[in-house]
Structures are given as C-alpha cells and as structure tokens.
C-alpha cells in the first residue's frame, strides 16, 4: 500500500521557513516523480513543485519560484520542501504527492504564516 | 498558469447522474490527454478518480467516468449515492512539467 506521510508544518511569522519532509514507503520511490501541492483554507488545490526521480529536473509554480526548493533523498524514501520567505498568502494545507499528475496523496502538513 | 473552470457547484438526487465540466485551454486540456479527477470529502485528502482522461484507477467505481471534448473534459457521476457528496477537482498536465488545477465544484446529494 502506497503511503506518504508529511510533517515540519506549523505557525511561523511572515518572512520565516520552514522545511517540510515526506516519507514514502509501499512503492519504489525513486521510480517515481513526486511533487507538492497545496491547499489554502476552504480553497481550490494548487501545484507548487515536483521532482524528477534522481532531482535533476525540479520545476515550481511562479508564485514560489526562488523562495521554495524541492528536494529529495532516494536513500531515504524521503521527499522535501525548504520553503523561504513566507508570507501570509502561503497559509495552506501542503501535501506530498506521487507523479506529475499526482495518484497518491498524503494527508497533508499545515502551514500558517501569521504575525 | 491559470486555473482551469469548473462550475462552483453541482447537485442531484440519488440514483440520478450529474456531470461536472472543466474548461481549460488548447495548452492543458486541449493539448494533452493527462486531466486527473479528484474526489475530496472534508478534512481529507483528495482520492483520484479518474487519470489520462478516462482510466479509473483499480477500486474506483464504473459510476465514475471522465471524457474529453476539444478544451473541455467532464466528470459524470452515475448513479448517486449519499457519499458521493463531496469536492471535486480536475487536473491538467500544462507542459513544461507543469500541472493546472480547476476551482472544484461542491457536489451536492440532494
């Protein structure tokens, strides 16, 4: 059965980071692009990143280009999102997902930026 | 990057159907056969229904059904049941690596 259990959200200032982790397991993780998508409260689902199975190829939603990074560690099953300069419209729900179209979801991480 | 449409809300009595479109462009919907249904009740995360346009993944429901027309791509929902009430998103594949969500629409059992 295919998991993915995200972690590292909480409430952080305007300006701050955070770094959120996601931890694969019940498929080959490194066959697999991944990516993050994110929820805002009572709103549609937007696409923020994915990866590439070995990282090499990492793409972002412009909205988050050059304060977000996208991250993994095969060795570890483990997929990441650095994510820099936070600002009250990041506010969301953030969840792991496997593929560029995602077939597997996470439960999701969330994330508040408030003063 | 703009988000694909889709009709704010959706309803129907059990046992009816009810189509759900979404519309996008020549470079998302239009372009490619990679539009994703999602099904997302309260507090959960979103379930696919639907992938490559009009493959149901395996334990999803033959109720479930996805078509495409030129830049536009639909959901039907045959057969409605109490817990299909629900949100529902399409997804496109935009090129570039890039994925495109629609607004949702909030089914409604009536």
């Known amino acids: 059965e295919v998991q993915l259990v995200e972690s590292g959200g909480g409430l952080v200032q305007p300006g701050g980071s955070l770094r959120l982790s996601c931890a694969a397991s019940g498929f080959i993780f490194n066959k697999f692009w991944m990516s993050w998508v994110r929820q805002a409260p009572g709103k549609g689902l937007e696409w923020v990143a994915n990866i590439e199975q070995d990282g090499s190829e990492k793409y972002y939603v412009d909205s988050v280009k050059g304060r977000f990074t996208i991250s993994r560690d095969n060795a570890k099953n483990s997929l990441y999102l650095q994510v820099n300069g936070l600002r009250a419209e990041d506010t969301a729900v953030y969840y792991c997902?496997?593929?560029?179209?995602?077939?597997?979801w996470g439960q999701g991480t969330l994330v508040t930026v408030s003063a | 990057q703009s988000a694909l449409t889709q009709p704010p809300s959706a309803s129907g009595s059990p046992g009816q159907s009810v189509t759900i479109s979404c519309t996008g462009t020549s470079s998302d919907v239009g372009g490619y056969n990679y539009v994703s249904w999602y099904q997302q009740h309260p507090g959960k995360a979103p379930k696919v229904l639907i992938y490559e346009v009009s493959k149901r993944p395996s334990g999803v429901p033959d109720r479930f059904s996805g078509s495409k027309s030129g830049n536009t791509a639909s959901l039907t929902v045959s057969g409605l049941q109490a817990d299909d009430e629900a949100d529902y998103f399409c997804?496109?594949?935009?090129?570039?690596?890039?994925?495109?969500f629609g607004g949702g629409t909030k089914l409604t059992v009536l």
């Open positions: 997804s496109s594949y935009g090129g570039s690596k890039n994925v495109v």
């Open positions: 997902a496997r593929g560029v179209s995602p077939d597997n």
